[in-house]
């Protein structure tokens, strides 16, 4: 179970939904461990390709645009997305999954091999501050403090916990959010899931405070008010407060793979595989399905500043809402890749990673059709 993913980058996990994944700098299946431990110490290289590279994921860090991808490539666009350039130390080239800033300055990215990286620069500058291995370390050691004492056999948590270090830094983070420049949560493959009070310094395990016996994949992480979601695997839904670290399980009338969540006022809205969304107006305790039209993997979302939603699909649509999620309507726009997540840049564009660099979307000089 705690064997390598077959994850070459983010969409590649959503489309496939997870299998055996070769390293993004083209590794087989099967290649000697120490070949992927290489491109985790190896800092991410200059490349013309990078501006046409496999993107995952792109956030705002006060006007910047920050956008992350495949062989640790991080870029950066000081005009609203129509020009990037690299950032200038990544210490790996592992794919990066995910980034998040909390400001203008200080921002997160995760990726493979449990790699979570820190910037105090806008992104210029990354430092890694937590890799697989020691999260393994992290969650035995949790592990057997939980565990049962006086000699009684040791406990199912702790025997996963020792196949995390075993596997060694092999393991992905999915998502990453922070609460303020001190608190925040990781979370991943296999149900991974840490915090940090400190701004990075230290983790702890959270995986003891989720009921997720199987070891589900976690996915997003979604600010609810003083809560988040937390979406994964098999219709997998958390309700979490971050100060009190509990978990409430969220019952979704679907068994499938959810990639994200949104709210807007006292909607909650969580999309995933093949078109699959669904809608609450209770806090998660009933559920409408909204329809999206072709059976697309929807792989990302966002709130837009004028209360708007907007989605974005593996077929390179992008959708929006003017009532809370109720419907959605298509943008007419030129074909685009894959999209893999999106963000509002200060201008008001909508700027779109997908498989193909970074993609500027005009919402306002833009027409809606039907799904």
């Known amino acids: 179970m705690f064997s390598s993913i077959n994850m070459r980058h983010k969409i590649v996990a959503i489309l496939a939904s997870l299998s055996l994944w070769s390293c993004s700098q083209g590794f087989a299946a099967g290649e000697a461990t120490s070949q992927r431990k290489d491109i985790l110490d190896t800092s991410a290289r200059i490349t013309q390709r990078a501006q046409t590279a496999v993107l995952t994921a792109v956030a705002l860090a006060g006007k910047r645009l920050v956008a992350v991808g495949e062989m640790g490539i991080v870029l950066l666009s000081d005009d609203n997305g129509l020009a990037w350039r690299q950032a200038k130390v990544v210490p790996t080239s592992v794919e990066l999954t995910n980034v ?3 400001s203008d300055k200080t921002g997160w990215a995760v990726g493979h091999s449990g790699v979570v990286l820190k910037s105090t620069d806008s992104g210029e500058n990354w430092l890694r501050v937590l890799d697989g291995k020691q999260a393994a370390e992290v969650e035995l050691a949790a592990a057997e403090a939980a ?4 000699g009684e056999p040791s406990s199912t948590r702790q025997h996963d916990a020792q196949r995390l270090v075993a596997d060694g830094a092999d393991k992905p983070f999915f998502d990453v959010h922070f609460y303020d420049e001190q608190r925040g949560v990781v979370i991943g493959a296999y149900g991974l ?11 702890e395990s959270l995986m003891g405070f989720i009921d997720n016996p199987k070891n589900r994949h976690l996915y997003s992480i979604t600010p609810l008010g003083t809560d988040s979601l937390i979406t994964g695997e098999q219709g997998t839904l958390y309700r979490m407060n971050e100060a009190s670290l509990h978990f409430t399980t969220l019952k979704v009338p679907y068994v499938g793979t959810l990639f994200g969540a949104l709210q807007s006022g006292s909607n909650i809205l969580v ?3 093949r078109g699959n969304a669904f809608r609450s107006t209770d806090q998660g305790v009933n559920w409408t399905k909204i329809d ?9 979302g966002l709130k837009l500043r004028d209360g708007r939603l907007a989605v974005v699909d593996e077929g390179g649509r992008v959708l929006l ?3 809370g999620g109720v419907q959605f309507s298509s943008l007419s726009i030129p074909k685009m890749s894959a999209a893999t997540g999106l963000v509002e840049a200060a201008d008001g564009t909508l700027v779109v990673s997908t498989q193909r660099g970074a993609v500027r979307v005009a919402v306002a000089a833009n027409k809606t059709e039907n799904k």
């Open 193 to 203: 899931a840490f915090a940090t009070r400190d701004g990075g310094k230290t983790w």
């Open 100 to 102: 998040f800033f909390i």
């Open 147 to 150: 565990a049962p004492k006086n």
């Open 292 to 300: 999206f039209g072709p059976h697309l993997t929807l792989t990302a």
């Open 321 to 323: 809402s003017n009532d």
């Open 271 to 273: 999309y995933g595989l």
